[in-house]
């Protein structure tokens, strides 16, 4: 069984019909890139599984460990143990770095709940570890968040999200907006941490960028899946990468 399974899920914002019969699996352990041109439906099929925003599924179901999380509101399915970084990184702007910090130790301990989720096996990193993976954090640690970089803005709300008990990440977009360099920076912070055990699924539309450190690969063209396999395959698959990716 893979720890996620999108099966054949049909999607609506109101009467616009987004995802078509889409299916995705995440295996755990690897990083999962879902890629695509802006509007694919790439980001609804995260609000789909995280509970964010949601469309509604009218056909299909999202299963998380074996466990139907379909229609699931956002909070229960954190307590799940999937975490989302959205696209718009949604620091508290005019707290410090470590206050950003603090207060995703508070809200993972915010009830019951929380407590008995936190036996399980998800990951859920100190503030030491995640200054260790983000070491720029550390140096900027009394800073308001709202006058970092681009960078150091998602560095942050993927170091938040992984104060929580996290064994699924979703990033939508985490290079968006960001130099070059920064990439880097970024996509080394996002292996260190699946080194580390945390399960990713990534979306991007900087594709070279996502299968660069991507196990395997999704694309979806209008809703819907138009290419599975490795991100060796992708590689290899000029016409996909031409047709619905533009590389």
């Not at 207060?103 to 995640?130: E, F, K, P, Y």
């Amino acid at each position: 069984m893979s720890l996620l399974e999108v099966d054949s899920i049909d999607a609506y914002y109101g009467e616009s019909h987004i995802l078509r019969d889409l299916s995705l699996t995440v295996e755990e352990g690897e990083i999962c890139a879902l890629l695509g041109r802006n509007g694919a439906g790439k980001t609804t099929t995260l609000r789909s599984i995280s509970g964010a925003k949601p469309p509604t599924v009218e056909e299909g179901t999202v299963q998380f460990k074996g466990d139907d999380i379909t229609g699931m509101h956002a909070d229960d399915v954190a307590m799940q143990g999937i975490s989302l970084v959205p696209e718009e990184r949604r620091v508290f702007a005019n707290l410090t770095v470590a206050e950003n910090l603090e207060i995703a130790d508070v809200s993972r301990n915010a009830s019951n709940t929380w407590r008995r989720r936190l036996t399980s096996t998800g990951q859920s990193m100190s503030t030491d570890q995640v200054y260790d993976d983000f070491p720029r954090l550390r140096e900027r640690k009394t800073q308001i968040a709202g006058t970092l970089s681009g960078g150091e803005q998602q560095m942050l709300a993927i170091a938040r999200a992984l104060k929580q008990s996290t064994d699924l990440l979703l990033l939508d977009e985490p290079y968006e907006g960001l130099a070059p360099q920064i990439v880097d920076d970024v996509e080394s912070a996002i292996e260190r941490i699946n080194d580390q055990g945390v399960t990713i699924l990534l979306v991007e539309q900087n594709a070279a960028a996502a299968i660069n450190i991507a196990d395997r690969a999704y694309v979806v063209d209008q809703g819907a899946t138009v290419f599975r396999g490795s991100a060796d395959e992708l590689r290899a698959d000029e016409q996909t990468r031409e047709q619905y990716l533009g590389v």
